[in-house]
């Protein structure tokens, strides 16, 4: 049987960047196990929005941290970081909206995030293309942007790699968990792994079940998300373009190529308990909110689309993520739908947990897994319509 210092479970951007940095952090023998191949899940199909605008001091900080983690990563590998600066716009429609937002940019602002609030009146200079006449404004963030996800798979998988402390094994799904000498011994269809630190990494489609492996109830669930591309817009565009949310409409926008891609959930959604990867593209949600879009963001009416696709989407009760250890050696890491934004930033938290015993910065009441089992006092206002689970 293998012995490894750790043993990740789940080879997305969460699994990825936490074997990155743990090598960083010294340990030598690291191992991902991964079901289908690296990068496979939700990784691979997201929008890939960074924004440092988030509703809690944890989401803020993680978004930040990201941001400038994937930037510092491919300077040292010499490689396109697949980040994209455009600047993004998240857009109220009421006035409690508003209230909400004002009290979140002084926290962004607390957290070192350049943040600030634009009136309809101003939005309209910087964001010509939105349709501002129901929305009251907004918060801007200038160096906000976008990743190209298929490059921050590759990235930090070759820098994984790179380390010659990771070893990846494709097709090798954790099949159970038990305890073993001092830690676990996790079996695969390609042999049991043996370590004193058990990851699960497991995202939408895996985390819960790795959890109960051991017992451990993990509240990560799954939705389907939505995204469509436009290859060509109505109007003259500059090559970037502010990004744009709106809110309570659960549809985002960012640039694509010379077109546009945008994301949307549908707020009826509901959970979905299966194994499956929702991949089955919802025309009859996405027609219906067609005229509502169109009118918002007119640049998109009468354009053809380019592709679309459905994906299922990680949430957690309170739109929070988890860094948590719930029994000794074993670690729990999710994203709670928003790993593309936090990715890098929840993988430097959990190598720090597994290599100090705590994790700095963050408060536990919005990272611990005993929050669930509590009244869960806070959330992440700034999500998509994720079903109550
Ligand atoms: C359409 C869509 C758009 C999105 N857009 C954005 C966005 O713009 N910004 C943003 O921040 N987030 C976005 N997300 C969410 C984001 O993609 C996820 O939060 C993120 O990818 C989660 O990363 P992960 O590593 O936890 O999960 P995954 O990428 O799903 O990786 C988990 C891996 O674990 C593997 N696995 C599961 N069980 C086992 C097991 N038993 N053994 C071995 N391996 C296992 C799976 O095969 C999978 O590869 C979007 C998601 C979707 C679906």
Redesign the pocket.
Known sequence: MASYDAVI????????WTAHQLAKRGLKRIAV???????????????????QQGGSETAIKLGKWSRNLYISLADELGLDSGFVETGYFVIAETEQEKAGFLELVKLRQQCGVENEWVDAAEGRKLLPFFNWDTFLGGTYTANDG?VH?PIIGRNITFAALKTGAVAAFEY????SIERYGSGYKVR?PKGDFESDRVID???????R??GAMLDIEVPVSAAR???VTYPVLNGDFPARWPMFFVLGKGY?VRPEEQGALL?LSNPDEKVDRSERFQIGFDWNYFESMRPQLEAEFPAIKGQPICRS??????FTPDHLPIIDQPLPGFYV???????????PGLGMKMAELIDTGTVSDLPENEISLARFSQNLERHDLIALPFPTD
């Not at 479970?9 to 990825?16: D, E, K, R």
């Not at 696709?309 to 990680?314: P, R, T």
């Open positions: 479970i789940g080879g997305g951007n969460l699994g990825l196990l991964e079901r289908y191949w690296l990068a496979f899940g939700a990784t691979t199909r997201s929008a890939g929005m960074v924004r976008y996800p090798c799904p954790a099949e695969t990494a497991g995202g939408p489609r895996g985390a079940k790795v998300h939505e995204v985002y994301g696709w459905a994906g299922s989407i990680d890491l999710a994203a709670g739908g928003h790993g593309m934004m936090w990715g």
